[in-house]
């Protein structure tokens, strides 16, 4: 009885705190339609829908310069959101589709899955985990991956104060733990499913995620590595830590995905695989993700989950 009215507490002062993000995406939800409804498309202009944190951290790491001349992946403000977005216009533009991108920003989340598949979404510069993006395959292109398969290594991050995620050494470790995720993102769902997890919490929304480890009613979470700010993510109240030198292997590869529906779906596709194609045979795609931190130096991490006989791919193209 106790437990069922904590857990009631729990699940009630989530939503409370969650609110004033319904309610904005409430009003980005409005937004978005009427975008939709008003935005005139013409020969040399493509709308495109993105969340507003990740078009403000694109435009800071641009500074002023243009996004073809891009080469170096270091910097304060890079992410792989980031990461993926400058690249997707770099193989377009390679790929020869030129037109200018309208941008209309909000946060969109999961809404810009319903717009790629009723194609007011031309493609999205977020790329897309292979699993995800078969599920939508009767209704999108997919892309050659960006990053490939057993390349892609996520932190394990928590309060800076809850010390049992930070003794962490082993599998069995993990069954004293808590952990929350979306089966919407089907690979980070599955992986943390395969880890035998005290409990595995659903919730949908990543702010609500990243406040339930912050306060320590969640033990941990999965998120990207940050190594420009140390894996030290800190927003407004909001203070989260990578366990240092551990690793979570999710295996899968990520993909951009293009709207078959979109009036450019066909041109756009051909001329992002064509681009995505050079700069891979140039080693610009591994060396942009390698800069960034997130394909990370394997040598001395602990990759928690990597089963026996599996072998991540380490091994570089660069030299």
Request: proline share 4%; charged share 25%.
């Amino acid at each position: 009885m106790i437990n069922n009215i904590k857990w009631l507490f729990f699940t009630a002062l989530i939503f409370l705190l969650s609110m004033p993000f319904s309610v904005s995406a409430l009003r980005d939800d409005v937004a978005i339609s009427e975008a939709i409804k008003n935005f005139k498309t013409t020969d040399n202009n493509v709308v495109i829908y993105i969340r507003d944190d990740v078009y403000h951290d694109y435009m800071r790491f641009l500074n002023g310069r243009k996004v073809q001349d891009i080469n170096d992946f270091s910097g304060q403000f890079i992410r792989r959101d980031v990461v993926d977005m400058i690249l997707a216009q770099q193989a377009l533009l390679l790929g020869g589709f030129n037109k200018q991108f309208s941008y209309q920003i909000g946060k969109v989340n999961f809404r810009n899955t319903k717009l790629l598949e009723q194609g007011e979404l031309l493609l999205s510069f977020d790329s897309y985990w292979s699993q995800d993006a078969n599920a939508l395959s009767d209704k999108v292109f997919i892309s050659d991956p960006v990053i490939r398969k057993g390349e892609y290594f996520s932190g394990v991050f928590t309060s800076p104060s809850n010390r049992k995620v930070f003794e962490i050494k082993h599998l069995s470790d993990f069954s004293q733990l808590t952990s929350v995720s979306t089966p919407r993102w089907r690979t980070d769902w599955d992986t943390l499913s395969a880890l035998p997890l005290k409990s595995l919490t659903r919730e949908d929304e990543w702010l609500s995620q990243v406040r339930m480890v912050s306060m320590q009613w969640i033990d941990f979470m999965l998120m990207p590595l940050m190594p420009e700010i140390n894996n030290h993510y800190i927003l407004e109240n909001i203070n989260l830590k990578a366990v240092p030198k551990v690793l979570m292997l999710l295996d899968d590869s990520r993909h951009y995905v293009v709207s078959k529906l979109h009036p450019d779906g066909k041109r756009a596709y051909k001329s992002l695989q064509q681009g995505l194609q050079l700069l891979r045979k140039q080693g610009l795609i591994e060396k942009a993700y390698r800069q960034a931190g997130f394909i990370p130096d394997l040598t001395d991490k602990l990759i928690i989950n990597l089963p026996v006989s599996h072998k991540p791919a380490q091994s570089s193209s660069l030299k």
